[in-house]
Nanobody, 125 residues
Framework: QLQLVESGGGLVQPGGSLRLSCAAS????????IGWFRQAPGKEREGVSC????????NYADSVKGRFTISRDNAKNTVYLQMNSLKPEDTAVYYC??????????????????WGQGTQVTVSS
């Protein structure tokens, strides 16, 4: 069974950090571009960051540039999202998603074939 599982969410104070993980089972992430998305209550889902299958190319939403870093360890079949300097407006459910690799800059508008169940991130004092 093909599955993506996010972990690492939680409650953190403003200015704090969290590292989210996206682990794949049932398939190899080597052949997939991976995106991180988030959805806050009452808002549409938005793209946060994505990374190419090789890890060479990355893309970030303007709202997280300079604060979030995406990376991947294909040997562990896992993609990470390091989130620093968190703000209350980063509060959302965060999802990872996999798109068959396209050998170019990843974008958030792709369909993304596989999605995880999400992990809650709450930034509050």
């Amino acid at each position: 069974q093909l599955q993506l599982v996010e972990s690492g969410g939680g409650l953190v104070q403003p200015g704090g950090s969290l590292r989210l993980s996206c682990a794949a089972s049932g398939f190899s992430l080597d052949y997939y571009d991976i995106g991180w998305f988030r959805q806050a209550p009452g808002k549409e889902r938005e793209g946060v960051s994505c990374i190419s299958s090789s890890g060479i190319s990355t893309n970030y939403a303007d709202s997280v540039k300079g604060r979030f870093t995406i990376s991947r360890d294909n040997a562990k079949n896992t993609v990470y999202l390091q989130m620093n300097s968190l703000k209350p407006e980063d509060t959302a459910v965060y999802y990872c998603a996999a798109e068959p690799r396209r050998f170019g800059l990843c974008v958030f508008s792709w369909k993304y074939d596989y999605w995880g169940q999400g992990t809650q991130v709450t930034v509050s004092s």
